[in-house]
């Protein structure tokens, strides 16, 4: 019998971490709709952009200034209040041990991104969590009343993933005025593209608005624009804050290619806000089914769906995936199917229908 290696001491708090696994990949017949991909081809030019990127011997630009410069000139803003990382959870890791370490508390709504639990743990700081309401949302009152002289930083998820409501502008503006000054608040608008609630908070409108140095926006290329496999996401905050995230982050992580696709992405405008607005459109209309089926839908914002199935959580993902519909279940909470191909609609409904609660 062999015996067991002697392993390398693990930091307690990251041993206790469940070990990365990749949602289940779709067979050849199924749809994936676990990781809020976009099911178009990339936007004109995008892949010649790419392809053009041949320089693969040499480190990219360290900080993507061309891309910053871009966005800058998009928003009004200094390319320098700006911050490029492979992936906007990237920018947010490094958010996180720029602020916050042992002893410090972090703040987020619960249940939310499935990332940022382990993200604070990795940071050495404890995460405290903040039930939604009832109908899914962001408490903001209860946030507010979680800070204590711990608390480093906060996140606001809009729309919240995985259940899809937004966080309405005027609640941000009061929420961001009861925060201290010398706490951070991140808005991760990973899925900004998405929303059509007018009321809902928009990032750059509210920093602007609120001038507050200790608000970031996170925006990221993944989801509207369909870049998830390059990874390439966007800070936009007050230099100082992100001059602190840029010296935490790992060197060079942005590759050339991938802010060539951005830049290229950002030059196909219309084509994006075309291929959003069927995104949007195939959303509502799938949420109204849903509804009609007899699911408590909440407001969806993003590019996906959530079903408070509870404790059968686990039960109807299995119903999904034996119709080809691979969904990401949170198991004794919901799931969430991502909204992906037209033809896939037809089947979500019928699986929900047929899995659906009793009255
Ligand atoms: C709320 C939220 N923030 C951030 C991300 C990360 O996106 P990126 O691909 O830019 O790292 C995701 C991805 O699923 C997300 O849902």
């Known amino acids: 019998m062999s015996e067991e290696p002697v392993l390398p001491r693990i930091r307690p708090e990251i041993a206790a971490l469940p070990a990365y696994r ?10 994936k709709l676990s990781s809020n991909e ?16 041949t320089a693969i011997n040499r480190y990219p630009d360290a900080t993507a200034t061309r891309l910053r410069e871009r966005l800058g000139a998009r928003y009004g803003v200094s390319a320098d209040d700006i911050h490029i990382g492979a992936g906007s959870v990237s920018l947010l890791a490094q958010l996180l041990l720029a602020t916050a370490g042992p002893g410090d508390e972090v703040v987020y ?22 039930p939604l309401t009832a109908d899914a949302r962001h408490d903001l009152p209860a946030m507010a009343a979680a ?17 899809g409501p937004t966080v309405g502008f005027d609640e941000f503006t009061a929420f961001v005025e009861e925060v201290p000054a010398d706490v951070l608040i991140v808005l991760d608008e990973a899925y900004a593209e998405f929303v059509t609630d007018p009321d809902a ?43 602190a995230a840029r010296s935490t982050a790992i060197p060079l992580a942005v590759t050339a290619a991938a802010e060539e696709a951005a830049l290229a992405s950002l030059a196909a405008e219309s084509e994006l806000l075309h291929r959003v607005a069927v995104l949007a459109e195939r959303r509502d209309a799938l949420v109204a089914r849903l509804r009609e089926t007899g699911w408590d839908v909440p407001d969806a914002q993003g590019n996906f769906v959530w079903l408070p199935a509870g404790d059968r959580a ?11 519909l691979i969904v990401r279940p949170f198991a004794g909470d919901g ?18 229908a047929a899995v659906a609660p009793q009255p």
């Open 22 to 31: 990749q949602g289940r990949q779709a067979s050849a017949d199924a749809f």
């Open 38 to 53: 976009n099911p178009f081809d990339p936007l004109p030019g995008v892949l010649d952009a790419v392809r053009a990127t």
């Open 335 to 352: 799931i969430r199917i991502s909204i992906g191909e037209e033809e896939s609609i037809d089947r979500i409904v019928d699986v929900a």
């Open 314 to 324: 686990l039960d109807v993902a299995a119903a999904f995936e034996e119709a080809g």
């Open 147 to 163: 800070i204590t002289d711990r608390t480093r930083l906060v996140i606001v998820c809009s729309p919240n993933n995985p259940t």
């Open 201 to 243: 908070v928009e990032g750059h409108r509210a920093r602007t608005l609120l001038a507050r140095p200790n608000v970031v926006m996170l925006r990221t290329f993944s989801k509207a624009y369909g870049l998830a496999g390059l990874r390439v996401g966007y800070a936009i905050g007050h230099t100082r804050v992100l001059d």
């Open 109 to 130: 709504a619960w249940r939310s991104f499935e990332a940022y639990p382990s993200l604070v743990a990795v940071s050495g700081a404890t995460s405290v969590q903040v």
